[in-house]
């Protein structure tokens, strides 16, 4: 029997699940963090496990044909790496923000925008892929949680230069932080999630009405926008935003382009692609996918 393999992993976790040539689930399983670029060897213990576990027992890992959605997934020299290291009968790697894509509009054509703790944009067009954005948090991630709690922070010293206002909700996260000065020395080890927990809080305050709050919300909106607009190039396709800050923005930007809900997730995106592999007959070398899978 042909199986499929989905995976859909990041820096928090690892999913697999398992289906047959019909798209009939047969296994799901978890497992932990797989980051192929700062951790390879624990990537791929974790891809391992969940993949065993997702095929069980009586099914040989090479038996199955693979499509990995993975953060890192662009890094070419992380993904060659990997693949070289694994065990199954086909494997196709592309960054995750490939198989979100696929999970949730599956071949029709559209825009995804997928906004939590990071950010990444995508639009479909006759099969054709074009992905932006997902640079990570030190040079892109725009708009998402991590972005818009960089974006406070820069706001609160700022303020206290004197170049804006200080308002109520920033003095009272620098005042959590012991100042500004202890801000600064804690920023630099700070991870993306630690900058994204301020973001429902932003929030708040933003419908609060605290003026820095709103500035940091509408400064996000202007870059989700402006990203939408760029992939639609004058079209009008639908519009699917996923992400813990997806209803936010779908919220804001209602009427301004048709939007849907997604079909899936990342993970049933990866089983989408590997069965629409093996149909076209690209299921054989174990290989790695570029930027735009």
Same mark, same amino acid.
């Given at each position: 029997?042909?199986?499929?393999?989905?995976?859909?992993?990041?820096?928090?976790?690892?999913?697999?699940?398992?289906?047959?040539?019909?798209?009939?689930?047969?296994?799901?399983?978890?497992? +932990?963090?797989?980051?192929?670029?700062?951790?390879?060897?624990?990537?791929?213990?974790?891809?391992?496990?969940?993949?065993?576990?997702?095929?069980?027992?009586?099914?040989?890992?090479?038996?199955?044909?693979?499509?990995?959605?993975?953060?890192?997934?662009? !890094?070419?020299?992380?993904?060659?790496?990997?693949?070289?290291?694994?065990?199954?009968?086909?494997?196709?790697? !592309?960054?995750?923000?490939?198989?979100?894509?696929?999970?949730? %509009?599956?071949?029709?054509?559209? !825009?995804?925008?997928?906004?939590?703790?990071?950010?990444?944009?995508?639009?479909?067009?006759?099969?054709?892929?074009?992905?932006?954005?997902?640079?990570?948090?030190?040079?892109?991630?725009?708009?998402?949680?991590?972005?818009?709690?960089?974006?406070?922070?820069?706001?609160?010293?700022?303020?206290?230069?004197?170049?804006?206002?200080?308002?109520?909700?920033?003095?009272?996260? %620098?005042?959590?932080? +012991?100042?500004?000065?202890?801000?600064?020395?804690?920023?630099?080890?700070?991870?993306?999630?630690?900058?994204?927990?301020?973001?429902?809080?932003?929030?708040?305050?933003?419908?609060?009405?605290?003026?820095?709050?709103?500035?940091?919300?509408?400064?996000?909106?202007?870059?989700?926008?402006?990203?939408?607009?760029?992939?639609?190039?004058?079209?009008?396709?639908?519009?699917?935003?996923?992400?813990?800050?997806?209803?936010?923005?779908?919220?804001?930007?209602?009427?301004?382009?048709?939007?849907?809900?997604?079909?899936?997730?990342?993970?049933?995106?990866?089983?989408?692609?590997?069965?629409?592999?093996?149909?076209?007959?690209?299921?054989?070398?174990?290989?790695?996918?570029?930027?735009?899978?």
């Amino acid at each position: 029997m042909t199986l499929f393999l989905g995976i859909d992993g990041g820096g928090t976790g690892c999913r697999a699940l398992v289906a047959d040539i019909d798209g009939q689930v047969t296994g799901s399983a978890a497992s +932990g963090p797989s980051n192929i670029v700062s951790d390879p060897d624990g990537a791929l213990d974790s891809i391992l496990t969940a993949a065993r576990s997702a095929a069980g027992a009586s099914v040989p890992l090479d038996h199955l044909h693979a499509v990995l959605g993975l953060a890192g997934g662009n !890094v070419r020299e992380a993904v060659n790496r990997l693949v070289a290291r694994l065990p199954f009968a086909s494997v196709h790697v !592309v960054n995750d923000g490939i198989t979100a894509f696929k999970g949730a %509009l599956g071949d029709e054509d559209g !825009v995804m925008a997928a906004i939590g703790t990071g950010s990444i944009f995508a639009v479909q067009r006759q099969g054709e892929i074009r992905e932006v954005g997902g640079w990570g948090f030190l040079l892109g991630d725009e708009a998402s949680g991590a972005w818009m709690g960089r974006r406070l922070l820069a706001m609160g010293l700022r303020a206290v230069d004197g170049f804006t206002e200080m308002t109520p909700f920033l003095s009272e996260v %620098l005042a959590e932080f +012991g100042g500004p000065t202890q801000l600064v020395g804690a920023a630099p080890t700070m991870r993306p999630a630690e900058f994204a927990r301020l973001a429902p809080r932003i929030l708040s305050a933003a419908e609060a009405g605290d003026a820095a709050a709103s500035s940091v919300l509408a400064d996000a909106v202007a870059e989700v926008t402006r990203t939408i607009e760029l992939l639609q190039a004058g079209d009008s396709l639908p519009v699917v935003f996923l992400g813990g800050l997806g209803p936010v923005h779908a919220e804001r930007l209602a009427g301004r382009w048709p939007q849907r809900t997604a079909i899936g997730g990342s993970v049933e995106g990866a089983v989408f692609m590997a069965r629409r592999r093996f149909e076209a007959g690209l299921s054989g070398p174990v290989r790695g996918g570029g930027r735009h899978g």
